[in-house]
């Protein structure tokens, strides 16, 4: 029940989002990343989005991205991929999204060379066999009903020796499971880490901006929903990560 009230807010979130956000100001909804003073150069104009950036570097910057084909699923409104594309330098990235406005937005806000953005399925990629040189998922995969058939195409749409580049949180006691679902699908795992506790600094150190931003955009009403969607301090949410009933974890995966 708590998965669906959280999957239906997050929809009408992002219709809400699409309709008062003209200007294309939110382009990142994850939780964010900080590693206590190692700030990432940023210019002044993305400070405020700056641990949703750092989370995208954390796991983009894995391994050597230039020159590669870098498919996002998941990509939402693509401040990420935007990211990576510029500072990365990937000779072609594909975003894709099951949200049409999220790709509407892509589309608008975001066209560039080398760049593409669809309305598509997670568990059902519309690519042929070994066309990317490297997936990657962003806080994304909790909300599939089959992550399962997500992690098969990801190896099926990935060339041999190809990587997979993860990050995503699920409750302690299913961290077994998600692991046994990579090694299904064929995915090695290279590396993994538990960034839980940076994910908790990163929530607590964006709060204020949230806050700010929540009360500019949200109706009174819809003020406490949209907390515990951004996991501000305090929320149940916040404090599934802080009690450590849900694990932050980074993945490095190879076909």
Not at 178 to 200: C, G, M, S
Request: with cysteine; charged share 25%; proline share 4%.
């Amino acid at each position: 029940m708590k998965k669906t009230i959280r999957e239906s807010f997050f929809k009408i979130w992002y219709w809400y989002i699409s309709t008062k956000d003209k200007d294309g100001e939110i382009t990142f909804m994850n939780y964010g990343h900080s590693d206590g003073n190692q700030l990432l150069p940023l210019p002044k104009h993305q400070e405020k989005d700056r641990y949703s950036i750092q989370l995208y570097h954390h796991l983009a910057s894995k391994i050597n991205l230039q020159d590669k084909n870098l498919l996002e699923v998941g990509c939402g409104r693509a401040g990420g991929l935007t990211y990576i594309k510029k500072n990365l330098l990937p000779r072609q990235v594909t975003g894709i999204d099951l949200n049409s406005k999220a790709i509407q937005f892509c589309k608008t806000f975001h066209c560039q060379e080398n760049a593409a953005y669809l309305q598509a399925d997670a568990q059902n990629l519309l690519f042929s066999d070994h066309s990317f040189d490297i997936v990657m998922n962003v806080e994304s995969s909790h909300r599939y009903p089959s992550p399962e058939l997500f992690f098969s195409e990801v190896n099926r749409v990935l060339k041999p020796g190809g990587y997979f580049l993860f990050t995503d949180f699920r409750l302690t006691d299913k961290v077994e499971a998600l692991e046994a679902q990579f090694r299904d699908a064929q995915l090695i795992t290279e590396e993994k880490k538990d960034i839980t506790e940076n994910v908790l600094e990163a929530l607590t150190l964006a709060t204020p901006g949230r806050e700010k931003l929540i009360k500019k955009i949200a109706p009174v009403f819809l003020h406490g929903l949209a907390r515990q969607f951004a996991a501000t301090t305090g929320t149940p949410t916040f404090n599934k990560f802080l009690n450590r009933d849900f694990l932050y974890l980074t993945y490095v995966l190879r076909k």
